[in-house]
């Protein structure tokens, strides 16, 4: 079987733990690109918190928000793009009230959080010490009332994230969000759950991606660590999981490789792709 489309989550599996790129990750990366492979990343993260160095490798394609949007790179095209419901907005909205919760929603590739919540973690890290403080701040814009402001667009939401410092409160919250109707709940982090539309999913766009393309997932190889990767990871051929992945997600996977901060992208593509 000849890899056509290799499906690359970033955080916890392209990305080491400090979130960059290794050398021999972007190596392989461009390696596959030049054998003819279309690269594309599938990312929890809005259009613009993908860092720079990823962009700046030979993607093709790009799924932010968890798959949200399908983004043709090279022809600046948007393929898919779903949002959240409004009734969905409705239905949660009385969580942005909740001060143990960080709440952040995905406008147009941009992520959004409260004033109060970004000085919080601006001016001390003890709040949300669970948090990963030098991404949030420079990714994520502060508005003053991040509830009105979600009410305010409550057509274009893209994705809503609820971050916990608290898992007996994120699984209280979990049951509660399980019973929304047409809404998908995932999640990237244990400290975190992600909402979208119902036909959001990094495995449905990825699927997607494969019928315009016309290939077929038999053909595809995926690389993902988090549960939001779980369902890409069961449709592909080739499905590979970092060993940093829990036992959930590897068990989703045919195979298992190096660790996100042992380079086991570039030890995937090169055992799949490169066969060296």
């Known amino acids: 079987m000849a890899v056509k489309l290799l499906v690359l989550d970033l955080d916890g599996t392209t990305l080491t733990d400090t979130k960059g790129i290794s050398v021999e990750n972007a190596n392989a990366i461009r390696k596959a690109s030049e054998s003819g492979v279309k690269v594309v990343i599938a990312t929890g993260r809005a259009l613009t918190s993908i860092p720079e160095y990823i962009l700046d490798l030979p993607i093709s394609y790009i799924l932010p928000s968890n798959g949200s949007k399908i983004i043709d790179i090279k022809n600046e095209k948007i393929l898919l793009e779903n949002v959240v419901p409004s009734s969905v907005i409705r239905d949660v909205i009385h969580f942005f009230d909740d001060e143990e919760i960080m709440m952040e929603i995905f406008i147009d590739d941009k992520a959004y959080v409260s004033s109060a919540d970004y000085n919080a973690l601006l001016n001390s890290h003890e709040k949300f010490s669970y948090r990963d403080r030098e991404y949030v701040l420079r990714t994520r814009i ?49 400290h975190n759950l992600e909402m979208g ?13 494969c019928d315009h393309l016309l290939i077929s997932l038999e053909d595809v190889m995926s690389m993902g ?37 042992e380079h086991g992208v570039s030890v995937a593509i090169k055992e799949f792709i490169l066969k060296d």
């Open 225 to 261: 660590d988090g549960l939001n990767d779980t369902e890409m990871l069961e449709i592909t051929g080739i499905s590979v999981a970092p060993s940093n992945a829990s036992d959930l997600v590897k068990k989703s996977a045919k195979y298992v490789t190096k660790s996100n901060n």
């Open 197 to 209: 539309n119902e036909n959001t999913s990094k495995g449905k766009s990825v699927k997607f991606l």
């Open 142 to 190: 502060p508005v003053d009332d991040l509830k009105e402001f979600t009410l305010e667009n409550i057509d274009v939401i893209e994705n809503i994230n609820f971050n916990f410092g608290c898992q007996d409160k994120k699984e209280d919250t979990r049951e509660y969000l399980s019973d929304v109707k047409d809404a998908s709940l995932t999640s990237s982090f244990p």
